[in-house]
C-alpha cells in the first residue's frame, strides 16, 4: 500500500525520506474511510496528541 504523508506534518527534515523510508513503522490514527473511493484518511500527529499505542 503507497501513503502520501504531507511535507508540511513532517518534523526534522525537507524531504519525507528524511524523515521516513520504506519499511518503517509509524503511528497513525485512522481518521476516515472512503469506501466508494477506496482510500483511508491517516493522521500521525493526531496518533501522537491522542497518545495511542
Do not use: C, F, N, Y
Request: net charge positive; charged share 30%.
Amino acid at each position: 500500500m503507497r501513503k502520501v504523508i504531507p511535507v508540511a506534518i513532517l518534523e526534522g527534515g525537507d524531504r519525507p525520506e528524511d524523515v521516513v523510508r520504506v519499511g518503517d513503522g509509524l503511528l497513525v490514527k485512522i481518521m476516515d474511510v472512503d469506501v466508494p473511493r477506496r482510500r483511508i484518511t491517516l493522521s500521525h500527529l493526531q496518533a501522537l496528541a491522542s497518545g495511542e499505542r
